[in-house]
């Protein structure tokens, strides 16, 4: 609806007032389509139009005819459905639907965001504008810039020339980006081009681009910078040595955009990985990975693995696509790699064909001999509503064997599902499986029978069962086979977990699980049972004040009687001891304090520690450092991280 809203604080109408009041009316009767005026006077009341477009409210309201121009003054408010604004000043052309705000400040609110500036220019027909002298905080990042501009035609939403943006909330911030232009993609992320990294006043860099990428809050459901961070995390570790961690997301208009990781320390361990995606045309993509590992193990035997690959994608139409590709990798001396081409044709939304020939070699480093494949593949992809159908042949043309894939998946009524899958190689079927299954209310219902796999079903049944009141039951029957030995099986695992606020500030809680497998044949009947239980209290004091502190304590243990047939069913034996606790103390600053934090874990049967660690760390609104020292490593770690919300300490 459409409102103007024009206040009247002495309590009646000018002539001039109701002179407008009448060209006003007649004129939007004319021209929008107004079905019903209405006016009124009183402190609260108002002169009113209603029209399904916008409203209008202001402290004076004028009108010019010939300019089809609207003119608002003093604590304006426009409004079209979830856009707002509000100024001290506004003009509204409404045939072009131009509106021009100023003030001290104006306010452009959308769903998304809120933001200020000192001038408006914006077209509501188009969703469209741009607001000078702008500054918000969009998505949990502070933006000033000498425009804004809002777009509708586009990925983005929103764009801002000759800005500075930052995750910190102080007026002077620690470090800030001074870009050219960012790119709003509101949840999602921002796009700045030709940044300068600021730590004060001092420029450290200058970067062709940087992308920021967002998160979703577990707890509020927000969506929460992940801080700007080309220096990702610097330290020391007395077993590794000085080290840093670099990870530069960027990304350039929409022509390529990729990430690059690097990791290296004084030690012997070096992490590589990059990836990239260029749009070489419209319809024409150039995707590129890399990942190298060096390091050595606890035998001081060297380790490396390298990966990389490159994958050019031509899409024509939309539903038709050809690529080439390529893959390497090289795993300690296993070296495979594999070079590919194909198509694919979408013959409808539910009828795919495809064609991949290929060419995959295996070798270790330093020999000639290699195995080598060159199979043609031909597939057809069917999957109307609740059905999945997929046969896959395959012509090796070194071996001239044929291997023949059949895939079929059908939705049933009541949440139930049914399959089954073959794979036949020279003739002979050597894979296959066949499983019926469901999810009925909270429960899970599973029937299987599989062959030619390293855990084979001859057939077998789970049934798991979630009652309330953290009680669960698994049961499961059938025969098995693995490593070449076949038994048969009668499985119940009956589960509990629960807890208690005994206090407002102490929880106790506690799991238990206990494993009874009966096995038969080939052998004798035989039986194994496990126990697992879980004991623990969490205390956490908050006294309206700092500090606030956190401390658990767990208790866990594992008994065992007779031995398991198979690997699968193995629990090993343990008792473990651990107390982990925070102390987190405020400072004055926004989101800053210092953490003290302790995190353990004792474990008797091996007489030994797992965890045994001492923190602090000092933590800011955008940045944060921490030191370690980790007993049971002999380790002595010093980390500074942009990361504001990626330390883990104590609990």
Not at 610 to 625: A, N, P, Q
Request: proline letters at 4%; charged letters at 30%; glycine letters at 8%.
């Amino acid at each position: 609806m459409f409102k103007l809203h024009q206040k009247n604080p002495d309590n009646s109408l000018s002539d001039n007032a109701l002179t407008f009041l009448l060209l006003l009316v007649i004129l939007l009767t004319c021209l929008m389509f107004i079905t019903a005026p209405s006016a009124a006077a009183g402190d609260d009341e108002s002169e009113t139009i209603e029209n399904e477009y916008y409203e209008l409210t202001a402290d004076n309201i004028s009108y010019d005819y010939e300019a089809g121009l609207i003119s608002a003054r003093g604590d304006v408010f426009f409004a079209r459905g979830e856009f707002q604004v509000r100024a001290r000043e506004l003009d509204f052309y409404i045939e072009s639907g131009d509106i021009e705000a100023g003030g001290d400040p104006v306010r452009l609110i959308t769903p998304d965001e809120e933001i200020e500036g000192d001038s408006l220019i914006y077209n509501y027909y188009r969703r469209e504008g741009e607001l000078a002298g702008a500054r918000s905080q969009i998505d949990g990042i502070t933006v000033e810039g000498d425009k804004i501009r809002a777009v509708s035609e586009k990925d983005h939403r929103m764009e801002v020339d000759r800005t500075m943006l930052t995750p910190c909330l102080l007026p002077d911030p620690h470090y800030r980006l001074e870009a050219e232009r960012i790119l709003f993609y509101p949840g999602d992320r921002i796009v700045a081009e030709q940044v300068t990294f600021y730590w004060g006043d001092t420029s450290l860099f200058t970067l062709p681009s940087y992308v920021v990428e967002f998160y979703e809050d577990e707890e509020t459901g927000e969506m929460r910078p992940v801080s700007p961070s080309l220096a990702y995390e610097l330290g020391y570790d007395l077993q590794e040595g000085f080290y840093i961690e670099l990870e530069y997301p960027y990304e350039i208009e929409d022509l390529t955009r990729g990430y690059f990781f690097y990791r290296d320390t004084t030690g012997d361990r070096r992490e590589i990985a990059a990836e990239n995606e260029l749009l070489l045309t419209d319809n024409l993509k150039l995707d590129s990975y890399y990942e190298r590992l060096d390091d050595v193990d606890e035998d001081d035997e060297e380790i490396r693995r390298i990966e990389y690959g490159t994958l050019l994608t031509h899409s024509p139409v939309d539903y038709y696509t050809t690529e080439l590709g390529y893959e390497y990798e090289d795993d300690e001396g296993e070296i495979e790699d594999r070079l590919y081409g194909g198509w694919r044709h979408d013959i409808s939304d539910e009828l795919e064909i495809r064609q991949h020939l290929s060419r995959s070699r295996s070798w270790q480093g330093g020999e000639d001999e290699r195995e080598e494949e060159r199979p043609l593949t031909t597939g057809l992809l069917y999957e109307p509503e609740g059905r999945t159908q997929q046969l896959d042949l395959h012509y090796d043309f070194l071996s001239e064997e044929w291997r023949q894939e059949y895939l079929h998946h059908q939705e049933l009524q009541d949440d139930f599902y049914a399959g089954f899958y073959h794979d036949y190689r020279a003739g002979s079927l050597e894979r296959q499986e066949y499983e019926f299954g469901g999810e009925p209310g909270d429960h899970e219902l599973s029937i299987r029978y599989r062959r030619g796999y390293d855990t084979e079903f001859l057939p077998y049944t789970d049934l798991a069962l979630d009652f309330e009141r953290g009680f669960d039951l698994d049961m499961g029957f059938g025969r098995l086979a693995e490593n070449d030995s076949e038994v048969g099986q009668i499985k119940l695992n009956p589960s509990w977990s629960g807890s208690r606020q005994v206090h407002s500030d102490l929880e106790l809680y506690t799991d238990l699980s206990y494993h009874d497998i009966h096995y038969s044949s080939p052998a004798e009947p035989a039986r194994f049972q496990a126990l697992e239980t879980e004991l623990g209290a969490k205390l956490e004091l908050d006294l309206n004040s700092p500090p606030k502190l956190e401390l658990e304590a767990s208790r866990s243990q594992t008994f065992n009687r007779g031995e398991p047939y198979l690997e699968r069913d193995e629990v090993d034996e343990e008792l473990l001891y651990g107390l982990s606790g925070r102390v987190d103390i405020p400072t004055s600053a926004p989101e800053s304090g210092v953490e003290l934090g302790v995190s353990s874990e004792y474990n008797f049967t091996e007489e030994s520690w797992e965890e045994l660690r001492v923190s602090l760390h000092r933590y800011l609104d955008c940045y944060g450092y921490e030191v370690s020292y980790d007993f049971e490593r002999e380790s002595f770690t010093f980390g500074l991280n942009f990361h504001r919300f990626d330390f883990d300490i104590g609990l």
